[in-house]
Nanobody, 122 residues
């Protein structure tokens, strides 16, 4: 059973950059597609980015494409979300998740981290 732990969230100013990490234990993260999601109170969890198990394929939501970049490191059993030119509307709790499927549907992800808070001030 793979376990995920996000880190790197903090308070930043608009225009700043931030990198989130997703470290896996108890399993091999490269066996899974990894999705990054975010959620604000009162709203449903929103898909942000997706990376395939071997890291060759990525996919981004329209709201972050061109600003965010997802990557992974098999040796470190981890995945990352590089966020550039952050905007106040990027403020949310960010989660990484692992799935056997290539999907943007959060319901198809079986393994989730606890989340890390990103706050972007204007």
């Amino acid at each position: 059973q793979v376990r995920l732990a996000e880190s790197g969230g903090t308070l930043v100013q608009a225009g700043d950059s931030l990198r989130l990490s997703c470290e896996a234990s108890g399993g091999t993260l490269s066996s899974y597609a990894v999705g990054w999601f975010r959620q604000v109170p009162g709203k449903s969890r929103e898909y942000v980015a997706l990376i395939s198990g071997n890291g060759d394929t990525t996919y981004y939501s329209a709201s972050v494409e061109g600003r965010f970049s997802v990557s992974r490191d098999g040796a470190k059993n981890a995945a990352y979300l590089q966020m550039n030119n952050l905007k106040p509307e990027d403020t949310a709790t960010y989660y990484c998740a692992a799935s056997w499927l290539w999907t943007v549907d959060a319901n198809n992800y079986d393994h989730w981290g606890q989340g890390t808070q990103v706050t972007v001030s204007s």
